[in-house]
């Protein structure tokens, strides 16, 4: 039976937990309420039609309503709805596991699925961890991360998280995680305290930054660094020329894990499958999740090198580690589904030809005073928002509060675009449309972005 609307708004008032919400903004509010989906756009349940600019959540790879994805689903619940892979395989997740290996880099070729991406960010720490005693380095265990890099909520993958406003609720955390600066060549002086670097030379720099902390831990202890291809938090951080290449050179060197967290990057988000095949580098750890099935149904994967397997192919080794929906068979059916539309629509070509287009739509909005830099890769991009062009001055935490959640969030809904406006960092806005998005999809964000972004200044 469904709710009337009357009904379904009082129970998402009653009765419904937001995730990251402040719910004192609906005690004399509406919660918003999505019904439906249909390419690029979703409807309320008023009937009000907006542009999807996020994804859902950098997740809608192929646009909404796509009924095979449906039928998929649907078709394999009848077969087999469910069995772990606890000791048991089934052919969907077989089938998907070979691939996704496939697609791989490298020797990136066993897959442990997972239902999202912080479990799994999870796997992979846990991963490092058992491996590096199986192979007679117990005292290996720490992770280096960057500065307000995101990489999920359970415990372990919100210790490697670097936004202390998001970990300080939930102390003490998984011990023996380490920041290092990340790859905002917009604050690079700020960062680095040094004048006028090249992107090129703060990339070298910040890549740096992780051979200091190696060093000043122990290489003994350290196992992992986690890096994002483009950083999410903070707003789409891309790498300099030369910055993963350096930073696979420290971990050779020093005998620790790179692992590529994927859960935005990977499946065309920025027109490659995986992200690090975008930035020419090949990770020894992938952490891979929303894009997989463009959101109609949950599923997240590690994809890990051959020789971390090697040691657990012997005697009465394991991973003692699991998830019970983990490779769900409907997810599983689901993947496949979604990617056979990637091949049949050539989805990675068509992010990849139109990235320069959508970047010159938000480069057309730098004319804006309130507009500071604008930085990102194919369909994922950041608008960075500044009181004073000329100096890069920034707003405090009070006027980013009343820019970004006393008006620019709701205003940019009520215009009919659904994308974040944060200040996980500096004041941003992120966009990621549906890969399906082009032309008219751009114009329609650019052209709501300019008449929002100019009132809000006005309001200055």
């Known amino acids: 039976m469904t709710l009337p609307e009357h009904d379904v708004l009082k129970a998402a008032q009653d009765n419904l937990w937001l995730h990251f919400t402040r719910h004192s903004a609906y005690d004399t509010a509406e919660i918003p309420t999505i019904v439906r989906g249909e390419g690029s756009y979703v409807y309320d349940i008023h009937g009000k039609r907006y542009l999807d600019g996020l994804a859902g959540l950098f997740v809608v790879q192929v646009g909404h309503g796509r009924q095979e994805l449906a039928e998929a689903a649907a078709k394999q619940a009848q077969e087999l709805a469910f069995f772990p892979l606890w000791s048991y395989a089934h052919p969907k997740a077989a089938e998907l596991a070979q691939r996704l290996a496939s697609y791989t880099p490298g020797e990136l070729n066993r897959v442990f699925f997972t239902t999202g991406g912080g479990e799994a960010v999870e796997t992979a720490w846990k991963l490092a961890k058992q491996y590096y005693k199986l192979v007679g380095k117990p005292l290996k265990h720490k992770v280096i991360s960057r500065q307000i890099a995101y990489h999920g909520t359970p415990?372990?993958?919100?210790?490697?998280?670097?936004?202390?406003?998001?970990?300080?609720?939930?102390?003490?955390?998984?011990?023996?995680?380490?920041?290092?600066?990340?790859?905002?060549?917009?604050?690079?002086?700020?960062?680095?305290?040094?004048?006028?670097?090249?992107?090129?030379?703060?990339?070298?720099?910040?890549?740096?930054?992780?051979?200091?902390?190696?060093?000043?831990?122990?290489?003994?202890?350290?196992?992992?660094v986690f890096a994002e291809p483009v950083q999410n938090a903070g707003g789409c951080f891309p790498p300099p020329d030369g910055y993963f290449q350096r930073l696979r050179e420290i971990c050779d060197e020093y005998d620790v894990l790179l692992v590529s967290d994927e859960v935005i990057c990977a499946f065309g988000r920025l027109g490659t499958m995986f992200g690090g095949q975008k930035f020419?580098?090949?990770?020894?750890?992938?952490?891979?999740?929303?894009?997989?099935?463009?959101?109609?149904?949950?599923?997240?994967a590690m994809i890990a090198h051959e020789r971390l397997f090697e040691p657990f192919k012997d005697g009465d080794t394991m991973f003692a580690h699991g998830y019970t929906?983990?490779?769900?068979?409907?997810?599983?059916?689901?993947?496949?589904?979604?990617?056979?539309?990637?091949?049949?629509?050539?989805?990675?070509?068509?992010?990849?030809?139109?990235?320069?287009?959508?970047?010159?739509?938000?480069?057309?909005?730098?004319?804006?005073?309130?507009?500071?830099?604008?930085?990102?890769?194919?369909?994922?991009?950041?608008?960075?928002?500044?009181?004073?062009?000329?100096?890069?001055?920034?707003?405090?935490?009070?006027?980013?509060?009343?820019?970004?959640?006393?008006?620019?969030?709701?205003?940019?809904?009520?215009?009919?675009?659904?994308?974040?406006?944060?200040?996980?960092?500096?004041?941003?806005?992120?966009?990621a449309p549906p890969l399906i998005a082009g032309q008219k999809e751009f114009d329609e964000i650019g052209s709501i972005l300019r008449g929002v972004l100019s009132e809000a200044w006005a309001r200055l």
């Open 280 to 300: 020419d580098y090949v990770p020894d750890i992938i952490t891979c999740a929303k894009g997989l099935t463009s959101g109609y149904s949950p599923i997240g």
């Open 155 to 224: 415990q372990g993958a919100l210790s490697i998280t670097g936004i202390p406003a998001f970990k300080q609720m939930f102390e003490p955390l998984v011990p023996g995680s380490v920041r290092v600066p990340n790859t905002n060549h917009y604050r690079a002086d700020e960062i680095t305290g040094v004048k006028g670097m090249t992107p090129e030379e703060y990339g070298i720099w910040a890549a740096d930054r992780v051979a200091r902390a190696i060093e000043m831990e122990g290489p003994d202890t350290v196992a992992a």
């Open 325 to 431: 929906f983990g490779g769900h068979p409907v997810s599983s059916a689901v993947a496949l589904a979604n990617l056979d539309i990637f091949e049949r629509e050539d989805l990675l070509g068509h992010v990849t030809k139109n990235e320069p287009v959508f970047r010159q739509t938000l480069d057309d909005l730098r004319d804006l005073p309130i507009v500071g830099d604008v930085r990102g890769a194919g369909y994922f991009w950041g608008i960075e928002l500044v009181k004073d062009k000329a100096t890069k001055e920034t707003f405090d935490a009070a006027e980013s509060e009343r820019l970004l959640r006393g008006f620019l969030s709701k205003a940019l809904f009520d215009a009919g675009l659904y994308c974040r406006a944060d200040d996980r960092g500096d004041p941003v806005i992120q966009l």
